[in-house]
Structures are given as C-alpha cells and as structure tokens.
C-alpha cells in the first residue's frame, strides 16, 4: 500500500475493465485518479469505487479522439489536485473487424482515431503538466496484437502496433525530463471489450480461456492493473520505451487453433465495427 501516495492520474477508458481495475487500485495506493470515459454511468460508478478503496477520484466525460477534451481532461487533474504525474492511455474499442477488403475507409479511420490519435493526444497533452511535476509516467495500453497478426483484426492490430512504436520513439524524446514512456500488452483478458455483456458470454470466455494458455486461467483486468501499478510507480524509475507482455505465457505458446477455433465463444461479429463496449 501507499506505492502511489501524493501522486496524480489520469486513466482513460476507465469506466470498465482494464482501465476501471486500475482506476480501482491506483486509488487503494494513494494516487488522486482523474476518470475519463463517454460512459457517464461507469464513470461515475467507478469514481465510487475508488472512494470505497479509500482514495480520491472525479469523473470528466471524455472523446480521446477529440483534442479540446484531452486538454479538458488534462487540466481537470490541475484544477483538482493541482499536479500530474501519471497519464495511462487505455481507452480503446474493437473498431473495424472482418476481411480487409470489406473494411469501409470511414470504420479504418474512426478506429485509428480512437486506438492511435487518442494515445498521440494523451502524449502530447500529458507532457507538459508532467514536465512541471519533474517527470512521471506515460503508460498506454497496446496489445499482444500489435505485436503478431490476428485474423480478421486489421485495423486494431495495426493501431496497437502503431501504440507500440509510438511508445517507443516518445520514449527517446522525454527521457531528458525524467519522463518515463511504456506501454502494456495484454493477452485475451476478459472484460466488457471481448464478452460486449452478452449474457452467458463472460463466463464462457472463462471456460474457453483456460485451455489454450500456459497459465490455465482466464486473465483479469487485475492482471493488467498490477502492470500499470508496477509503470507508475517508482520502482519502475529505470524503465522506459518497453512494452511490457502480460498474457499469461500466450505468446510463448498457444495452445488455441486460431480464431474461432477450439469452440471459442464470441460475441465478435464476422464483420462490422465494434464501438465501446457499453454500447453493447
């Protein structure tokens, strides 16, 4: 406990999953958490539970896509707690899926907006505030997709890829100001992205999940919070440009036949766009 006492984040998407785990956890280690989501509702429940943790936390609707609500969202953390020493950048949906040649223009680019202009706008917006605090912390959420190649998930690997590089190049560019650049890539996690709350379809994903990893078990947003915990804290002081695999040993060796094999459940359609996933 009190790993992140008297220090200030941001987390966008945190309305659910990942981003709420962390939110969660952030809050129990001493950080002031600034939420940022389109949910309303999940903002707003999830600024509760971070109080309930015994931290402190505010809700700021926020497009990651847009500029003027990064901005907003960046000086909300000022106007409140009066400093900024961790950005996480976790925001994301499933945007574009299905064959490459279906995929309209106008889905391919509103999935870049979110996956990869929102990641880019967090930097950008970030690094001043965290500049004047004496450095911090930039994490963003990538995925084991952006570093090996998912049927059917173009744009979204491509996106996650990008996050990765731009982890990377912004890495060298802020490291003079004690500015520390990583980002994480989960495995198959079970959250509200991957089951969209069809009902039944989160407890089969924890059935399926544990047959084909080395790690027999379905990964949690827990899993990921700890990651980003570890990114935020000062025992990360030396870590910078990495992205940082937690996937329960599935890229080391996956046991699943591929996509849709092994009788995997999905609520993925075969073609489409996935929007946030309280939109169901």
Same mark, same amino acid.
């Given at each position: ?64 896509? #847009?500029? /003027?609500?990064?901005?907003? %969202?960046?000086?909300? $953390?000022?106007? =409140? *707690?009066?400093?900024?020493? &961790?950005?996480? !950048? ?68 491509? #996106?996650? /890829?990008?996050?990765?590089? %731009?982890?990377?190049? $912004?890495?060298? =560019? *802020?490291?003079?100001?004690? &500015?520390?650049? !990583? ?98």
């Amino acid at each position: 406990m009190g790993r992140l006492n008297g220090k200030v984040a941001v987390i966008t998407g945190a309305a659910s999953g990942i981003g709420r785990a962390t939110a969660i956890r952030f809050a129990g280690e001493g950080a002031a958490v600034v939420i940022g989501d389109l949910n309303i509702e999940g903002g707003e429940a999830a600024v509760r539970d971070c109080k309930e943790n015994a931290g402190r936390a505010v809700f700021q609707k926020t497009d990651v896509s #847009a500029e /003027a609500e990064i901005k907003a %969202l960046i000086a909300r $953390a000022i106007k =409140e *707690f009066g400093r900024l020493d &961790i950005i996480y !950048n976790n925001a994301g949906i499933g945007g574009a899926v299905g064959s490459l040649e279906q995929i309209s223009v106008e889905d391919w680019d509103k999935s870049q907006a979110v996956l990869v202009r929102g990641v880019f706008l967090g930097m950008k917006h970030a690094a001043p505030e965290l500049r004047k605090a004496g450095g911090g912390s930039i994490i963003s959420t990538a995925s084991i997709a952006g570093i090996r190649g998912v049927a059917g998930l173009h744009a979204y690997c491509a #996106a996650k /890829a990008a996050v990765v590089n %731009l982890t990377r190049s $912004a890495a060298l =560019e *802020f490291a003079k100001d004690k &500015i520390r650049v !990583n980002c994480i890539c989960p495995g198959i996690i079970n959250t509200p992205i991957l089951h969209r709350n069809v009902p039944g379809m989160k407890e089969a994903m924890e059935q399926w999940m544990v047959k084909g990893q080395p790690i027999a078990r379905a990964g949690h947003p827990e899993d990921i919070a700890g990651m980003a915990l570890y990114l935020a804290s000062d025992d990360s002081v030396f870590v910078t440009g990495q992205a940082m695999v937690v996937d329960g040993g599935l890229t080391v060796g996956s046991q699943f036949s591929g996509a849709g094999g092994d009788g995997m459940p999905s609520a993925i359609p075969p073609a489409g766009f996935m929007g946030p996933s309280f939109q169901g």
